[in-house]
């Protein structure tokens, strides 16, 4: 079936914001005006402002030919609103720009908004503005997500203790080894395009990958439990450069085990498959969009029955350096990308 293709010149620049954005209900208090002026107004009623920005570009942070755009809108939107909880706050607002070749219809970046939309529906914050532009080759992508926070509950990487318990939420790895997969099937297609791919089985890591999803529950756990992370960040890249970010601003040293990093069934089989190593998919690769956090040991007991939650870790005295116990009984220093076998 041919698809319909409306050429967005057409439509002219305010056009285009009028059609994208023609459905828009404001959710927040907060957004006092949205789109549709020079600029929004927020009113956060005394509580304070979080904000994050984000830029991704074709052929960088995303490949169109394996990444639906409703997707690629959905998770563009969900990695900057991972940043504001990674705060501990409540993300309300965001702003989207984008810039496109005339490569793309109307109905291509329609797509791409239905994604934005959804990402907005399910975490209940406001469109309230943004940018359209055009580009000579390829799509650029530009979010800002605006949180609120009562006043000084934010939560910096700075200030884990020592003693304090290492924990993360989910499971990690699996966005990794999702992309390592539609890669190999990109090459796969490329060079013999009858061949279909089959990954009805990895849907898992697939999804992981393509949409990801924020930690708003956790979040929301935490407060409920009126637990108050000593630390805390997303792991937008590897487990082990996040938890080096912690220990260097915190000025500590850290222990990790290996053995409690949480990893899903999915991933170390298909891992197998591929030949690579479990652990380093999760310590190396990135985008699991988990949140990684220190805590006082007195608020164990709170959260030892959340299976979202596994503690991984303590942090340490900075003269102890940063290492990772393995299975094995070895010790290895903690590097950016997994650990380094030669330097003990
Ligand atoms: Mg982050």
Not at 23 to 43: K, R
Not at 68 to 77: D, E
Not at 276 to 299: N, V
Not at 308 to 326: F, N
Request: overall charge negative; some cysteine.
């Amino acid at each position: 079936m041919e698809q319909e293709r409306t050429e967005i010149q057409d439509l002219g620049e305010f056009g285009l914001i009028d059609y994208l954005t023609r459905n828009i209900e404001i959710q927040n208090a907060s957004t006092v005006l949205g789109v549709g002026d020079d600029a929004a107004v927020i009113d956060h009623f005394g509580k304070q402002t979080v904000i994050s920005t984000d830029m991704l570009v074709e052929g960088i942070h995303f490949d169109l030919m394996y990444t639906p755009l409703k997707h690629l809108g959905y998770k563009a939107v969900v990695v900057n609103l991972s940043d504001i909880y990674a705060m501990n706050a409540t993300p309300t607002q965001i702003t989207v720009s984008i810039a496109f070749s005339n490569r793309f219809s109307l109905e291509a970046l329609n797509e791409f908004y239905e994604g934005v939309y959804a990402a907005c529906e399910k975490y209940g914050v406001d469109l309230i503005g943004g940018d359209t532009s055009n580009s000579q080759k390829g799509f650029i992508i530009s979010v800002t997500a605006i949180g609120e926070v009562t006043p000084d509950q934010f939560v910096k990487r700075s200030t884990a203790e020592k003693g304090d318990l290492l924990c993360v939420t989910g499971d990690l790895g699996a966005a990794y080894l999702g992309l390592t997969l539609l890669e190999r099937e990109k090459k796969i297609y490329l060079e013999s395009p009858e061949v279909k791919p089959d990954l009805e089985d990895q849907t898992y890591i697939i999804g992981r990958q393509l949409k990801p999803e924020a930690r708003k529950d956790i979040i929301e756990f935490l407060q409920q439990e009126d637990i108050k992370p000593t630390s805390m960040m997303d792991v937008s890249d590897g487990l082990s450069s996040e938890i080096l970010h912690i220990a260097k601003q915190s000025n500590l040293g850290v222990v990790l085990y290996e053995d409690k990093i949480p990893i899903a069934q999915e991933s170390k089989e298909i891992a197998m498959k591929f030949g690579l190593d479990p652990t380093a998919c999760a310590l190396s690769g990135g985008e699991d969009y988990e949140l990684l956090f220190t805590m006082k040991q007195a608020d164990y007991d709170k959260i030892v029955l959340n299976e979202q939650i596994s503690v991984i870790g303590y942090m340490t005295d900075i003269t102890e350096g940063a290492h990772i116990l393995t299975k094995g009984g070895n010790k290895y220093k903690l590097v950016a990308q997994g650990w380094n076998a030669f330097q003990q």
